[in-house]
């Protein structure tokens, strides 16, 4: 175990219903990690034998809500945590059929890896697809495909390439993707999940836990342009810290340095960073995911919703947006509609202006002519600001590059908004 | 005023210059993210409070409250429920950090609850005020026109816990609805609410208790004493050491013990179960949390282990 704090952290997400075995994978990787403790094992223990299960049901440890242990299935993401001495991982556990996308979308949108299951006896399913296309619209740049149950094909190689071979061949047309890793597996008895098989001599490829443990993510943050949204300023009002003002926030993208440029947007003020504080003392340098709060060369009036940004290299100023919306309530977005839209740390309005197209999650097909978009359908919409915002596309940057939308009615999250990449053509100069 | 033409940006060039430091530490990680959460409620809600129990975890709150903060004072008061049941070891403890933090403490009180007829003292023998506590949080909240509480709560924990958002809306019954929650995407968090809603937020979700102990470790922040070893008189119930006193009054077949013994969290001393141990430095703590074998709720709380739903039941009710 690594106390020194040093070890990395691996966010990965895995999609899958519970009939493709995913909960009993995890209940698996954690068991077979020693991370489950002796008291949750023995509650599973007795509700296999309650159910009439004929083995220790390791699904049994992901379904925490009485109605999903009741139903038999998984409704909602659910995190979990484990270590291991080269990693820390969180899993966001999501299900797999259509009418959950919008859970998957939720428990891709922090991730860097995901991990779709594939049952042996059935290959490549629409399901299977789904899984692909949405990691590809969510930017997760690395796909861990578990070729499951393998125990119920006799262990066959055949059956193995097979999956693998249909599997590529969709994957090809998607973007985003970066790696695709295939590993065969058993998840009920538990080959080549934290152990090598003793079954499948004709595979020599990684164990997943060996996987996700050494897999080289590519970068998560955004190191070429520098973003600082502001989310508070800190104003001490005392004697003993009498002028100090400091806009506190996260690094979003970039390297900075005392003495940096920087421009507030959308105000447009310009100025020059003073210093880099924290709580332990001021930093020489700051860069994502750390938050600081930094102090500026002349006292603007810089606030919440502003975002600091390199001048070198600049978002789009816009009031217009395009993005892929993954849709998450039950009463349609429509053309004309207006929505609370929550950007980095400002929160403006939005109108629906047109739907360029929906995206069939299953075959990645765009269906134009669509006037709505329903419960969990996504598709590429055009958006009208009430105010302008600063942005960059979800593939420069994950955080600068997405939005929620919030009814104003219900106030519940109805919208997640990638950026596209045409935004930047609606606005190609703004004045300083 | 000078015209800027996006399209001359040179993404390459600033990549090259800047050298791509050393990858942050998962605790750092973990901390910032914390600290992201800490503002974007200061900044989205009017009158916000912090739970502080004096509990591990809410201890490692209050560090992230400085590390978001300082300078400047919190942007919100600090409040604990006090069930009357608490260890006075915890509570001096408590009063001691405010101190030296110069933060505001409102304290709640179970106790106060029950004389003014809020809520009844439970029957049997040596009762939990476990579930009163939850009418007294609620009460505050409402007394003291609160619309967003921290608590220190981790996915960790509990499996109905695994599944909650770190913005968790609640009625103003508290009720939390399993069923009914709002995607969380992102960072992206949605502080929209009704009139008479309150928001619980959980800034440490993402934490293990072994992260916790290693930031303890790693800032050293101060613990109350109960979570070293230490000697105490105990008897066994429910299959948990409890501690003699106040609370705890044996019955005629229980023994009296003198054991060593810790404590894993802190709760009520009505409810709270010691394990036996020697550990009596962080460091042996820490080593002990690395290799255990028993989850801290399953080996030390007696009120989660009625029933397989027990914390999904309370947490609808409004508990944290």
């Known amino acids: 175990m690594n106390l020194t704090g040093t070890s990395q952290l691996l966010r990965f997400s895995t999609v899958g219903s519970v009939d493709d075995g995913k909960s009993t994978l995890i209940g698996r990787l954690l068991y077979d990690s020693k991370e489950i403790f002796e008291d949750q094992l023995a509650a599973i223990e007795r509700a296999s034998l309650k159910r009439g299960d004929g083995y220790v049901n390791l699904a049994l440890l992901t379904d925490g809500l009485r109605a999903e242990r009741e139903q038999g299935i998984t409704i909602d993401v659910a995190y979990r945590y484990f270590a291991t001495p080269r990693r820390k991982f969180i899993i966001a556990d999501t299900p797999g059929h259509v009418q959950y996308t919008r859970n998957m979308v939720t428990g891709g949108s922090t991730a860097e890896l995901s991990v779709v299951l594939i049952d ?127 806009a506190a926030g996260r690094v979003e993208g970039g390297t900075w340095r005392p003495g940096d440029e920087v421009l507030a947007l959308p105000s447009g003020l310009r100025t020059r960073v003073r210093s880099i504080e924290t709580y332990d003392g001021p930093l020489s340098v700051a860069y994502p995911p750390l938050s600081v709060a930094m102090t500026l060369e002349e006292p603007l009036d810089v606030g919440r919703g502003e975002m600091l940004v390199g001048p070198e290299d600049l978002p789009v100023l816009t009031r217009d947006l395009s993005a892929t919306i993954c849709w998450m309530t039950d009463q349609p977005l429509e053309i004309g509609r207006l929505y609370a839209l929550k950007h980095a740390t400002r929160t403006i309005r939005a109108v629906v202006d047109t739907i360029d197209h929906r995206i069939d999650v299953n075959t990645l097909e765009r269906i134009e002519g669509v006037t709505a978009l329903g419960l969990n359908e996504i598709g590429l919409v055009n958006l009208r600001l009430s105010a302008p915002l600063a942005v960059d596309s979800y593939r420069e940057n994950r ?20 950026i596209d990449d045409r935004t930047r053509q609606q606005e190609l100069v703004y004045q300083i | 005023m000078a015209v800027v033409d996006p399209s001359s940006r040179n993404a390459s060039m600033v990549a090259a210059e800047a050298v791509i430091p050393a990858r942050v530490s998962h605790l750092d990680e973990l901390e910032s993210e914390s600290v992201h959460i800490m503002r974007e409620v200061a900044a989205e809600f009017e009158r916000p409070a912090l739970l502080f129990s004096g509990g591990k975890d809410s201890i490692v709150m209050l560090r992230l409250a400085e590390k978001a903060f300082r300078p400047a004072r919190f942007p919100f008061p600090l409040m604990h429920v006090d069930t009357g049941h608490n260890f006075p070891e915890v509570l001096a403890f408590r009063d001691a950090r405010v101190a030296e933090l110069g933060e505001r403490l409102i304290v709640a009180s179970v ?32 007394e003291n026109k609160f619309d967003a509480v921290f608590g220190g709560a981790r996915r960790d924990e509990e499996k109905a816990r695994a599944k909650e958002r770190i913005f968790s809306v609640r009625d103003s019954f508290g009720q939390w609805d399993p069923r009914n929650q709002r995607p969380e995407l992102w960072s992206l968090y949605n502080g929209w609410m009704h009139r008479g809603e309150h ?18 470790a790693r800032e050293q922040l101060e613990i109350p004493s109960i979570y070293f070893a230490h000697q105490r008189e105990v008897v066994k119930r429910d299959g948990m050491w409890l501690a003699v006193g106040p609370c705890i009054h044996p019955l005629d077949d229980e023994i009296v013990a003198s054991k060593i013994l810790r404590y894993r969290t802190v709760g009520d001393m009505s409810c709270t179960g010691a394990v036996e141990s020697e550990a009596g430095s962080l460091a042996e703590v820490i080593a002990e949390v690395a290799v255990a074998r028993i989850t801290e709720r399953g080996a030390t709380r007696a009120d989660d282990a009625v029933s397989e739903a027990a914390m999904e039941d309370r947490k609808r009710e409004g508990y944290f």
């Open chain 1, 120 to 246: 042996a006896r059935l290959g490549v399913v629409e399901q299977t697809r789904r899984h692909a296309v949405i990691a590809s619209l969510l930017g997760i740049p690395h796909l861990v495909v578990c070729v499951n149950k393998m125990d119920l094909v006799d262990w066959s190689e055949s059956a193995f390439a097979s999956a693998r071979a249909d599997f590529a061949a969709f994957a090809a047309g998607l973007s985003g993707v970066d790696e695709i890793t295939f590993i065969p597996v058993s998840a009920l008895q538990g080959d080549n999940v934290v152990a090598p098989s003793t079954h499948m001599p004709w595979y020599q490829g990684p164990t997943l836990l060996w996987h996700l443990e050494t897999v080289e993510v590519a970068d998560r943050f955004d190191w070429a342009r520098r973003r600082f949204p502001v989310q508070w300023v800190i104003r001490p009002m005392a004697a003993t810290h009498h002028d100090y003002r400091a």
């Open chain 1, 399 to 418: 955080t600068t590059g997405s939005f929620i939308l919030i009814d104003e009615a219900t106030n519940g999250t109805v919208g997640a908004g990638m």
């Open chain 2, 199 to 216: 928001m619980r937020i959980f800034p440490i979700s993402n934490w293990t208790e072994l992260d916790v102990w290693s930031y303890i």
């Open chain 2, 111 to 142: 106790q106060e609850s029950i004389d003014r007829g809020r809520v009844r003292e439970e029957p049997g023998h040596d009762p939990s005020r476990n579930r009163l506590q939850t009418t007294t949080l609620l009460d505050a909240i409402s």
